[in-house]
């Protein structure tokens, strides 16, 4: 019981640094942050300012200076480069910007190749890809290729891809930054019915409705992760900050398991 209540991912005191020729970039200053299952968290902030490299030392992409990383009570921040490959393909699914699909698969064949490698057996995985293509709203594109997919449809069969074998964690690292605020705020609407069902998501964005379909809003300034409400970008997201009546960005705008309607 008491597992399940404890915060999904903790990051106590991360930094990470890099060594340019003559300078050296501080990527991450002593970041700490705690994040609750089933949260669905935007990281905002300037070009530049820590949020690719926060979400690579969490997904085990890059490693931290300094500092440690938990996820679902296990030190990550810890394990061999072997583990870690390990750690990653069972909790975590990714989003990238680009999409990331094969293109010489359909979107169906592009979802299976992510079960086929993880062992599932085929009737189970043309069970799921049905699945997921219906969640995601394009059962009718199946044997489309990308390139006959628009990029808000490719986005979408990222999504599923990266949900076929159900991670407990989705990161998105600018899931919207190729297409337009229409499309973007579809994808959105999608992720929240993702965290819905329980998923934990953490995204970087630069996209300024995001704040319509997260949990929490946290940004970044130069390596720093600043305290909740605080922030340039942030307040250009609530305009009106001084508005008692508008939840305070970065504070839980309600709890994360009450189940929401998309749009
Ligand atoms: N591999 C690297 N080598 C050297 N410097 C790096 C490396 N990766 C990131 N940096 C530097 O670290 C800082 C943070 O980069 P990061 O990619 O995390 O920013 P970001 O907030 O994701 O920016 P954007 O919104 O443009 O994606 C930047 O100053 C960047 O130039
Ligand atoms: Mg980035």
Do not use: C, W
């Not at 705690?34 to 030392?57: E, Y």
């Not at 390990?86 to 990714?94: A, Q, W």
């Not at 930054?177 to 998501?201: C, H, K, M, N, P």
């Amino acid at each position: 019981m008491s597992n399940l209540q404890q915060d999904f991912i903790r990051i106590n005191n991360v930094s990470r640094r890099f060594q340019s020729a003559d300078s050296e970039v501080v990527a991450l200053n002593n970041v700490s942050l705690d994040i609750p299952r089933g949260q669905f968290t935007a990281i905002v902030g300037r070009s530049g300012s820590g949020k690719t490299t926060l979400l690579n030392i969490i997904a085990g992409l890059d490693t931290a200076d300094e500092g440690s990383v938990d996820i679902d009570g296990q030190q990550v921040s810890n394990y061999s480069d072997r583990q870690q490959t390990e750690f990653r393909r069972r909790t975590i699914g990714f989003v990238f910007q680009s999409f990331g699909l094969l293109p010489l698969l359909s979107a169906a064949e592009n979802i299976d190749l992510s079960l086929r490698i993880a062992g599932t057996g085929m009737r189970d995985r043309q069970q799921r890809t049905r699945e997921l293509l219906e969640q995601v709203g394009l059962s009718h594109r199946s044997d489309h290729r990308p390139y006959e997919l628009s990029g808000g449809e490719q986005q979408r069969v990222a999504v599923a891809r990266a949900l076929a074998n159900n991670p407990p964690l989705l990161i998105a690292d600018e899931p919207t930054g190729e297409l337009d605020s229409t499309t973007g705020a579809q994808i959105f609407s999608l992720l929240r019915g993702v965290a819905d069902s329980g998923v934990t998501i953490l995204t970087a964005t630069h996209d300024p409705f995001v704040m319509e379909h997260v949990d929490v809003v946290r940004e970044m300034s130069d390596g720093r992760l600043l305290p909740q409400g605080e922030g340039i970008v942030t307040s250009r997201i609530i305009p009106d900050k001084r508005d008692k009546s508008v939840p305070r960005q970065g504070t839980a705008l309600r709890p994360p398991t009450v189940p929401r309607r998309a749009p």
